[in-house]
């Protein structure tokens, strides 16, 4: 299972050593190219993989916010090469309604980020076990609610404390929702280059007393 497609996602699954033939399920947040690009390539390459190299994989399931089936479809209906990929592909658009993936539990929740973009968050349930993930996000009663005693939150923190900007959370606000959701643990990532130049971690850290990591290419994270 993915969560989002963004750029350079299709190398780093290469250098993980991870069987990317295997992945049965990707889970859309939005569709700002930087979450999503990556999929064009590695559809192709599976595809590819499938009709030419003798390589089977198993049907693949692609999810996001309502609006998803149609944008694939019309987006693969234009590019040449996508037409009769050799394996299912499903494009299912979500509402806010929890559903399993085997033993894995997924609640999709809408969140706010720009006006009038349907935006998911999501929250994965496994043995015990929780993972919430902000997608891209201002700060709003769904997300701290998606976020709810979660193990791990994975949030945007795209800007500085004091350099805010209205469609996305600062890593203050990702420090408020940490606390007040009572995570365990903190990671910050989608770093604009602003955020880079100033101490996100700290200022998250003001608010929030648990682990907080900034999150980079490649981490590994056991739960
Ligand atoms: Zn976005
Ligand atoms: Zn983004």
Known sequence: MLLDFGPRTLMNLVKTGVNRHRITHILFSHYHADHFSDFITYLFDEIIFAKFEGGSRPPLTVMGPPGT????????????????????????????????IGATKIIPTTVLHVPGL????????????????????????????????????????????????????????CGQVAREAGVGRLILSHFYPIAERYDVKAQAGEAFDGQITKAKDLLRIEL
């Open 69 to 100: 089936s149609r944008l694939f479809r019309t987006m693969f209906g234009l590019l040449p090469g996508f037409d009769q990929t050799p394996f299912p592909v499903r494009y299912r658009d979500l509402s806010d309604r929890a559903f399993r």
């Open 118 to 173: 349907h935006c998911l968050g999501y929250r994965v349930e496994y043995q015990g076990r929780a993972l919430a993930y902000s997608g891209d996000s201002q700060y709003c009663s769904p997300l701290v609610r998606l976020c709810g005693d979660a193990d791990l939150a994975l949030l945007d923190c795209s800007f500085p404390a004091s350099r805010p900007n209205p469609v996305h959370l600062h890593a203050g606000q």
